[in-house]
């Protein structure tokens, strides 16, 4: 059993609580819209933060942003606070670091384009399958001589190289058409247009400042701005899984903690899977179940259940399902669908109480000891101790100047510094590698060297002129993970 206090989600036939030993289990929350999903988002996180855990989440109304300041009175908050029972209640705001992929309404979050690799940069392009072949022989040729690309212009060149040297890589790694590399060209050109160019660069995010714990010990709340960024589904999805598949590379193993080390919610988590490749989902479904034992947890947010893949959705073990529509066919299956997954409540119609319940309430089902999902509760959903709604720009200006983190992250880069910071930690990285080397603690081995012969091939010599153009290595082959971004350590 956990010795850190449950967090109270409200009351149904008794008081529900998600157990923080598994808040790593993941969890989902699903309910038509204005049924009560972000208030609810709203408490976890509160929840979250309250016993030190950090969380990042992705505020795609601009609401969730309300978390930064307490909430104020209201008759029908006291009304809900007295039927819960809450007794000792004190509106308070959390410590809220606000991001933004564009810059705008947050911090910028960057990163580069070595960082996060051919896999998700393919579905962020919407290549096609001979187009991204052609991508993986350039990140290839780059991750082979340890070269690390910082944004889109070095792409651009990498590709270039890759074209006019057409031939030379055919022989080597299989066809190279000119017209597909064209083709990539030109989605890249789509990507600037939707602002993305921001994105890549220096400084890229650290980790570790995602991750932080504010002076009196409460779970720094990461709030990504997602109003504009949600109409860019694809940038959106591919942002998401990055952050996710980066955390999963760096984070150690922790066996069972007695709470998550950090916790993640994604709304409208449809997006994660809508047109998504077949081997782009089953690397997320095998993320989503590996990441569980670094401590980290995942919250999935979305209208509807069968929004989610099932090999995912079986996975989430804590459950908030608000009111769902029961209009089309598709709505009552889903319903039906959604009812069977819970550990039945003899006191409960389940598929009856989908279709009935009020705003903020919902079927609660979390994990009890053992890791036994609870009965089914019909719950009446606590309110949460900051604002229910957006805050006012000057609100954010306050708190943006006022971040921990934020003269890291508010000025860009210009490309040739942005070049000696991406040398300065591929240096670190690599003089990391070599001390856990020379320690014997992991049995590493050493890129083997080639059995080269004297002469150089004509692609070894255009490679290596090319290179010569490129400064920024990282003095060894670059590791990729599953989701494809750069392996540490
Ligand atoms: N737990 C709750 N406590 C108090 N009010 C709530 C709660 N849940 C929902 N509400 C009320 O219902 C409104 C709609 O909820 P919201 O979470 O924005 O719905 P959704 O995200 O599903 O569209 C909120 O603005 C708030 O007034
Ligand atoms: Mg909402």
Same mark, same amino acid.
């Given at each position: 059993?956990?010795?850190?206090?449950?967090?109270?989600?409200g009351k149904g &036939?008794?008081?529900?609580?998600?157990?923080?030993?598994?808040?790593?289990?993941?969890?989902?929350?699903?309910?038509?819209?204005?049924?009560g999903?972000?208030v609810?988002?709203?408490i976890?996180?509160?929840?979250?933060?309250?016993?030190?855990?950090?969380?990042?989440?992705?505020?795609?109304?601009?609401?969730?942003?309300?978390?930064?300041?307490?909430i104020s009175p209201h008759p029908k908050i006291d009304e809900r606070l007295e039927k819960i029972g809450i007794e000792e209640f004190?509106p308070?705001?959390?410590?809220?670091?606000?991001?933004?992929?564009?810059?705008?309404?947050?911090?910028?979050?960057?990163?580069? %384009?070595?960082?996060?690799?051919?896999?998700?940069?393919? !579905?962020?392009?919407?290549? !096609?399958?001979?187009?991204?072949?052609?991508?993986?022989?350039?990140?290839?040729?780059?991750?082979?001589?340890?070269?690390?690309?910082?944004?889109?212009?070095?792409?651009?060149?990498?590709?270039?190289?890759?074209? &006019?040297?057409? +031939?030379? #890589?055919?022989?080597?790694?299989?066809? $190279?058409?000119?017209?597909?590399?064209?083709?990539? @060209?030109?989605?890249?050109? $789509?990507?600037?247009? @939707?602002?993305?160019?921001? #994105?890549?660069?220096?400084?890229?995010?650290?980790?570790?400042? %995602? @991750?932080?714990?504010?002076? !009196?010990?409460?779970?720094?709340?990461?709030?990504?701005?997602?109003? +504009?960024?949600?109409?860019?589904?694809?940038?959106?999805?591919?942002?998401?899984?990055?952050?996710?598949?980066?955390?999963?590379?760096?984070?150690?193993?922790?066996?069972? /903690?007695? *709470?998550?080390?950090?916790?993640?919610?994604?709304?409208?988590?449809?997006?994660?899977?809508?047109?998504?490749?077949? =081997?782009?989902?089953?690397?997320?479904?095998?993320? $989503?179940?590996?990441?569980?034992?670094?401590?980290?947890?995942?919250?999935?947010?979305?209208?509807?259940?069968?929004?989610?893949?099932?090999?995912?959705?079986?996975?989430?073990?804590?459950?908030?399902?608000? =009111?769902?529509? =029961?209009?089309?066919?598709?709505?009552? +299956?889903?319903?039906?669908?959604?009812?069977?997954?819970?550990?039945?409540? /003899?006191?409960?119609?389940?598929? +009856?109480?989908?279709?009935?319940m009020g705003v903020g309430e919902?079927? $609660?089902?979390?994990?009890? =000891?053992?890791?036994? /999902?609870?009965?089914?509760?019909?719950t009446l959903i606590r309110p949460p101790t900051?604002?229910i709604? /957006?805050?006012?720009?000057?609100?954010?200006?306050?708190?943006?100047?006022?971040?921990?983190?934020?003269?890291?992250?508010?000025?860009?880069?210009?490309?040739?510094?942005?070049?000696?910071?991406?040398?300065?930690?591929?240096? *670190?990285?690599?003089?990391?590698?070599?001390?856990?080397?020379?320690?014997?603690?992991?049995?590493?081995?050493?890129?083997?060297? *080639?059995?080269?012969?004297?002469?150089?091939?004509?692609?070894?010599?255009?490679?290596?002129?090319?290179?010569?153009?490129?400064?920024?290595?990282?003095?060894?082959? %670059?590791?990729?993970?599953?989701?494809?971004?750069?392996?540490?350590?």
């Amino acid at each position: 059993m956990s010795e850190i206090d449950p967090i109270l989600i409200g009351k149904g &036939e008794n008081l529900q609580f998600l157990l923080p030993s598994f808040g790593n289990r993941h969890g989902l929350i699903t309910g038509a819209t204005g049924t009560g999903k972000t208030v609810t988002l709203q408490i976890l996180a509160e929840g979250f933060s309250r016993i030190g855990v950090p969380v990042f989440l992705a505020d795609v109304k601009g609401d969730l942003a309300g978390l930064s300041q307490p909430i104020s009175p209201h008759p029908k908050i006291d009304e809900r606070l007295e039927k819960i029972g809450i007794e000792e209640f004190s509106p308070s705001g959390w410590p809220v670091v606000f991001w933004d992929l564009f810059g705008n309404s947050g911090h910028p979050v960057r990163t580069t %384009i070595s960082e996060m690799g051919p896999l998700l940069l393919a !579905n962020l392009l919407e290549l !096609n399958d001979t187009q991204e072949g052609i991508l993986n022989i350039a990140f290839r040729i780059a991750d082979e001589q340890g070269l690390l690309l910082l944004d889109l212009e070095d792409l651009r060149a990498l590709l270039r190289f890759v074209a &006019e040297n057409a +031939k030379l #890589f055919s022989k080597q790694y299989g066809n $190279v058409s000119s017209a597909s590399v064209a083709a990539i @060209q030109r989605r890249l050109l $789509v990507l600037d247009q @939707q602002g993305a160019e921001n #994105f890549f660069g220096e400084p890229a995010l650290e980790l570790a400042d %995602i @991750q932080r714990v504010d002076f !009196n010990g409460r779970g720094v709340i990461n709030v990504l701005a997602a109003d +504009k960024l949600i109409h860019k589904p694809r940038l959106y999805a591919t942002f998401l899984l990055w952050l996710l598949s980066e955390l999963f590379e760096e984070l150690p193993e922790v066996g069972d /903690p007695e *709470k998550p080390r950090m916790v993640f919610f994604f709304d409208e988590a449809h997006l994660l899977f809508d047109h998504a490749p077949k =081997a782009l989902l089953q690397k997320v479904e095998q993320v $989503v179940r590996l990441i569980r034992s670094k401590g980290v947890g995942v919250f999935f947010v979305t209208q509807n259940p069968l929004d989610v893949p099932d090999t995912v959705l079986g996975q989430l073990g804590n459950r908030i399902q608000h =009111a769902m529509r =029961a209009y089309t066919p598709r709505e009552q +299956k889903a319903i039906r669908a959604a009812a069977q997954t819970f550990r039945t409540n /003899p006191n409960l119609d389940t598929e +009856k109480a989908f279709t009935q319940m009020g705003v903020g309430e919902a079927l $609660v089902s979390t994990l009890q =000891a053992k890791g036994v /999902p609870g009965m089914v509760d019909h719950t009446l959903i606590r309110p949460p101790t900051s604002r229910i709604g /957006p805050v006012t720009e000057k609100e954010r200006d306050d708190i943006r100047t006022r971040s921990p983190v934020g003269s890291r992250y508010d000025e860009t880069l210009d490309r040739e510094s942005a070049a000696e910071i991406l040398q300065e930690r591929a240096d *670190k990285t690599a003089k990391e590698i070599q001390n856990t080397d020379a320690a014997g603690k992991k049995e590493r081995s050493k890129p083997k060297a *080639k059995p080269r012969s004297t002469r150089q091939s004509p692609t070894e010599a255009a490679v290596k002129s090319f290179l010569r153009s490129m400064s920024t290595t990282l003095g060894r082959e %670059i590791m990729r993970g599953i989701l494809g971004v750069i392996k540490k350590g």
